[in-house]
């Protein structure tokens, strides 16, 4: 205990201390501790409820559980070609390598061979065709493709057999289609194209573009995005009595796991238990993808009766799960001299992998988000999924509303380039108004439009203008380096595509201490969502937020769970809490009238005490009281979404509950001979409603913030253009941001307003939308390079904006020819 403190740990301490003075600095403190004091719970800056566990290292994960007497472990034979068949697969040699007591192959799963989230084409194992009649083998659709699962003493032994996956598989290949534009070009899609247009099916948005006086036309490719979650992909799964099964599962979706796997086995949902106390980052990719992992692990611990655990190295992690979808686009608009588009038509291809997974789904919402913060007269959309040879790509943060929102932030870009005007003012010209043009393409009217107050004072706040005017004097007389600013806005939708994915289910326990237990279907990834459910009943029950604590995510207490995903974690499982909690609420305030006279109404909870006909008790008080009473001091909670509706065929309806908005300003510098980089500030206003805890927001929107600027500017995707393996499979190869990536300056702050829909305490999911923030730093780095050339030309810069794609970009600006 009298250690001397490591220089190291003090720097890093003292840091911290900057970063949350920082942060304190961006709350009124004063508010909050007045609130506290009055009894509030919500609305309050608190840390994250396991942030002390994290810290000292006992926040435990699903490869920190004590194994079982008897474990095995579990590694997967992957396949060495992207496309072609698998004819036969050789295992002896494997059987008999050290420590291997099973190999496990298709033939092995007594039920379903597919984990497919909503198209059943999504196989567990690639099955081997029977030859003996002259058949073809099974099809082998990506380079990474799990063929069989070794199960061995230790890990290490499994995954060294499982290496000769090449010398045990005997295939025939074929030639593998990569690319979405090669996907498009053969009309090979997962789901059926998709057609979103406000009118007449996309004929009046001819008319309108060819009217306009002004018309552009171009394409874009924007690259996808590994999830790179801290935690890998793992499941431990324990066979119960009775051939049922538990698995220990890092996943954001455990009922969804619990239906795969019953559905893999054989089994009826309740012979199947699923568990996830936290996850170690999930981002989307432990939506639907855990489940193939969940399933092969639970098929070998049914078939051997023994535990197994399956934790793929992070090389195959990435070899073998999915992304998020590169887009390719084009476009072509009409616009007048003011820079507002008249009509606009795109399509959007993107890069599906193997099988459907969510690929659908996203399309839709990249759709659902090309419109952004703006009002389009007259669009026609077209959507398209392109099938490659590749892993099949999943949800990500922002679940394709990224790739819809860029699109159209890359024509406004271009727009005021060619009009020779600020940016800023064209998109302003373009935004959604408040009585009228606020009706969007699939036909929802916007109730909550805030963008204009947001972005103006976010454009006061962060002396847009001048420092406008500054980067412009500095470019004129900086040759190498040059400097580029943009504010960029959003508008974000919240609620799943799906209307039944819309709901959520809770139970709170009050034990007879006055100790509080709260279960819901949500799942804990990082982000706060236990936290914020905690401080919801909390605030319900009127007790110190210590007196309650979140437990595991567990298919045997709430049944029939949503996806903690589409930003909706704290909307519906706080609801689903609350709802539980008034109950217990309403059944202590009717008995503490009964038992000391009074109203029920006029009984107060707040601050761990009961006021009621005058006496004052202590909330614990009340509850053993009640207990001998036999008031049932427990309940269940629901809740679901209202006013959604979806007409998929039409693509027209209600999808969204509300919108959340947000706008950034970043201001980079660009080195012309090198084609680095460096964000200089950044400002960020963003709309999270009443906040529940403005501390957890403020974090989520940094991280989101710090996240989108990796995906537009140094994570890319490389696939071998011969035999379609993945080369950027490990942190060696695909770059995330550091913290030397943060700019000096990171101004972040919240919106203040309520929101206008009666979601929980006002608030706004802030999980996906901020996402969406950092393509102003995209917009800025365009800004330099066109700034290179004299803003002559128009960057053909692409996403993301590696040192080398803004070389290319600076390449062709500088070689344009100047203006007449």
């Not at 916007?446 to 454009?459: A, K, P, S, T, Y």
């Not at 007409?647 to 959340?660: D, I």
């Amino acid at each position: 205990m009298n250690k001397p403190i490591d220089p190291a740990l003090l720097q890093s301490a003292e840091a911290f201390a900057d970063y949350a003075a920082n942060t304190a600095a961006r709350i009124d403190t004063g508010a909050e501790a007045e609130a506290l004091a009055q009894g509030a719970r919500v609305g309050i800056s608190r840390p994250h409820e396991s942030a002390h566990l994290h810290v000292a290292g006992e926040a435990t994960y699903t490869d920190d559980l004590p194994e079982l007497a008897g474990t095995l472990h579990c590694a997967l034979g992957l396949s060495p070609v992207a496309a072609g068949r698998l004819e036969a697969l050789d295992l002896d040699a494997i059987r008999a390598m050290p420590g291997v007591v099973d190999v496990i192959v298709a033939d092995d799963i007594p039920g379903a061979n597919d984990c497919g989230s909503i198209v059943h084409d999504d196989p567990l194992l690639c099955p081997v065709g029977p030859q003996d009649d002259g058949a073809t083998g099974g099809e082998i659709r990506f380079l990474g493709q799990p063929l069989f699962a070794v199960i061995a003493r230790t890990r290490t032994e499994a995954r060294r057999a499982a290496a000769r996956a090449k010398e045990a598989a005997r295939v025939v290949p074929a030639e593998p289609v990569l690319t979405p534009q090669q996907a498009h070009a053969r009309g090979q899609y997962v789901v059926p194209p998709m057609h979103l247009a406000r009118s007449d099916k996309g004929v009046a948005v001819r008319a309108a573009i060819e009217a306009a006086p002004h018309r552009l036309k171009g394409e874009l490719d924007v690259g996808g995005q590994e999830q790179f979650y801290l935690e890998g992909q793992i499941s431990y799964a324990i066979p119960k009595e009775g051939g049922t099964m538990q698995v220990y599962c890092s996943t954001q979706h455990p009922t969804e796991m619990q239906h795969l796997v019953a559905h893999a086995l054989h089994l009826h949902s309740n012979e199947v238990h699923i568990e996830c106390r936290r996850m170690g980052g999930g981002f989307g990719g432990k939506e639907s993808q855990s489940g193939l992992f969940a399933c092969i692990a639970a098929v070998a611990a049914n078939k051997l009766r023994r535990p197994v655990k399956l934790r793929p190295d992070r090389d195959d992690d990435f070899l073998i799960t999915g992304r998020r979808h590169c887009f390719w686009y084009e476009y072509e608009v009409g616009f007048d001299d003011e820079g507002r588009i008249l009509g606009a038509e795109i399509s959007m291809v993107s890069r599906a992998g193997h099988s459907a997974d969510l690929s659908g789904p996203v399309m839709t919402r990249a759709l659902c988000h090309f419109d952004n913060a703006y009002w389009l007269p007259e669009v026609s959309m077209h959507g398209f999924s392109g099938r490659t040879n590749t892993q099949s790509n999943t949800a990500f943060r922002g679940f394709g509303g990224p790739q819809g929102a860029i699109a159209v932030e890359y024509v406004l870009d271009s727009i005021a380039r060619q009009l020779d005007r600020d940016a800023l003012d064209v998109r302003r010209a373009n935004f959604y108004g408040k009585t009228e043009r606020n009706v969007t393409p699939y036909g929802q009217v916007i109730r909550d439009n805030v963008i204009h107050e947001l972005v103006g004072q976010l454009e006061s706040s962060c002396d847009y203008r001048a420092r406008r005017d500054a980067i412009t004097a500095f470019n004129a007389k900086s040759p190498v380096l040059k400097r580029g600013l943009a504010l960029t806005p959003i508008k974000f939708g919240i609620s799943f595509n799906v209307p039944h994915f819309n709901q959520a289910g809770a139970l709170v326990h009050v034990y007879t201490d006055g100790s509080i237990l709260v279960n819901h279907g949500g799942t804990e990834m990082g982000q706060g969502l236990n936290t914020k459910v905690a401080q919801v009943v909390a605030h319900e029950l009127g007790v110190e937020f210590e007196r309650v604590r979140a437990t595991a995510t567990d298919t045997t207490k709430v049944a029939n769970t949503s996806a903690t995903a589409a930003s909706t974690g704290a909307d519906l499982n706080g609801k689903a809490a609350q709802d539980a909690a008034r109950q217990i609420r309403q059944r202590l305030a009717d008995f503490a009238a009964r038992r000391h006279g009074g109203t029920a109404d006029a009984v107060r909870f707040a601050n761990g005490k009961v006021q009621v006909a005058g006496r004052e008790l202590s909330f614990a008080t009340l509850v053993a009281e009640a207990y001998t009473d036999r008031v049932q001091l427990w309940s269940d909670g629901f809740y679901s979404t209202p006013g959604l509706h979806w007409n998929s065929q039409t693509m027209q309806g209600h999808p969204f509950y509300y919108f959340a908005y947000g706008a950034a300003v970043s201001e980079v510098v660009v080195d012309t001979l090198t084609g680095e980089w460096k964000l200089l500030r950044a400002d960020v206003l963003h709309d999270a409603g009443r906040s529940l805890n403005p501390a957890v927001d403020i974090g989520q929107v940094e991280g989101a913030f710090i996240q989108g600027m990796g995906w537009l500017t140094t994570e890319e995707l490389v696939w071998h253009p011969g035999n379609g393996k993945l080369l950027t499979h490990a942190p060696s190869t695909y770059k995330i941001p550091t913290a030397n990536d943060c700019p000096p300056v990171f101004n972040v702050r919240l919106f203040d307003g309520p929101n206008a829909e009666d979601s929980i305490h006002r608030s706004k999911a802030v999980g996906e939308p901020p996402l969406l923030l950092p393509f102003s730093v995209f917009f800025a780095i365009r800004d330099a390079v066109s700034a290179a050339g004299g803003h002559r030309a128009d960057p053909p810069l692409r996403a993301p904006a590696t040192s080398e794609a803004i070389l290319r970009a600076l390449t062709a600006v500088q070689a344009a020819p100047a203006a007449a």
